[in-house]
């Protein structure tokens, strides 16, 4: 009997020891929400809420900030976190809305990760409001991407052009760190474009988007469910599209005469048949340029080589200033998310979780409907704006508010 006892003993003292090995280990984050230097608006807000993503779990802790200090912290399970947060500050009628990010912060042990906050550029005017890139498959399994479309939204409460508004996207996928960076590390003032980049055309007033309408660019202006070069499991019909971007100079492009052309301003690839964005997700940015588009182009100082490569292939480099709206979209793989746009257009990212050639969009959700216009959200945070894995809806608008 006296044996068993102690066999028992000893079976619970390994079962708990095995036990005690297998717990994670955790550690106390703490993150301070900083003000860029030079601004005096008062403190971070109470209730401003700080969102932390395990990079290996996907686990999102919400943390909210109390007693003015801007400071939270928390009590978290060993890993790598992200972290994203935006808010607004009120001064009069004026209104500051504010964003942060942390990236790939490693926590093993107590830790301070202090988020630098930056002023968001933009708060009203044009946004990208959807954007279609995923794909689809075609009823013999084939890859379909003909039917990808961008949706630029007037958010605003005036009528505003869509004349000289141009479109493109960053170079460099987001599967590697982004190495358009100066020598010290810091983000370059202006942001490199690859493949086409496309302007719509006109004098200044010529293609009025009153509020709460919107403009779609189609890769191809067609109704990609019923047209014979289309495939009868798209989920659009793009035949109406306001845009279309008809690659000319290839001689392989169709071009679809019911939808006008944007102009194209320049290319990295003369031999690309479609603006294809990647069914993987690219970034994407809708900017303005000062000065015509002939002019800008045409001028060397206005390009770049990859930093690091010895290819010759010059990129458009187009200053963060022009930039009216950008969306960072990453790959679903946590491991090749890595971001392109600088936290004052974009502090997070959006993806696709359904995959390549899943027929489903990313759209931002409606923040406010007021007399059934939508007024959607834009914190300048992706993380916070945009919902993912959504049916296309090309120029249909929610009816409720989304969170």
Known sequence: MKKQVIISILF????????????????????????????????????????LINSLTGRETILITTGGT??????????????????????????????????????????????????????????IKEIYFSGSKTSDAKSYY?????????????????????????EQTPSAP?????????????????FQQWIIPGTGKEHPVLPGKSIVIAQDGIDHKTDPNGNSLSPVNLAKADWESYVAASGKDTDSPGVPNMTLMYTTSTSMVDWLHSVFGYAEIIFRLPVPWEQFVANPANF????????????????????????????PD??????????????????????????????????????????????????????????????????TVEN
Request: glycine share 8%.
């Open 12 to 51: 619970l003292v390994i079962f708990a020891f095995s036990c005690k090995k297998n717990v994670t280990p955790t550690y106390t984050l703490t993150v301070p929400l900083t003000f860029p230097s030079g601004f005096t608006l008062g403190g971070v807000p109470d209730g401003t809420e700080v969102k």
């Open 70 to 127: 801007g400071i939270v912290s928390s009590v978290l399970t060993e890993g790598s976190y992200d972290g994203s947060c935006s808010f607004t500050v009120k001064v009069g009628t004026d209104e500051y809305v504010f964003n942060g990010v942390l990236t790939k912060v490693l926590l093993s042990k107590d830790s301070s990760a202090p988020m630098t906050l930056t002023l968001a550029k933009n708060t009203g005017g044009f946004i």
């Open 146 to 170: 003909s039917d990808q479309f961008h949706e630029i939204y007037n958010n605003s409460n005036e009528t505003l052009y869509a004349d000289g508004l141009c479109i493109a996207f960053l």
């Open 178 to 194: 982004n190495v358009w960076v100066n020598a010290d590390g810091s983000a370059m003032t202006s942001l490199p474009t690859t």
């Open 304 to 331: 770049k080589t990859k930093p690091g490569s010895t290819s010759a292939t010059q990129y458009l480099m187009i200053p963060v200033s022009y930039v009216i709206d950008g969306v960072e979209i990453v790959y």
């Open 334 to 399: 946590e491991a090749k998310r890595n971001k392109r746009l600088p936290a004052s257009i974009d502090a997070g990212y959006t993806w696709i979780d359904g995959g390549t050639y899943c027929s489903k969009s990313i759209r931002r959700k409606a923040k406010l409907v007021v007399d059934g216009r939508v007024i959607y959200k834009d914190t300048n945070n992706s993380n916070n704006d945009f919902l993912h894995d959504l049916v296309p809806t090309p120029w249909v608008n929610p009816t």
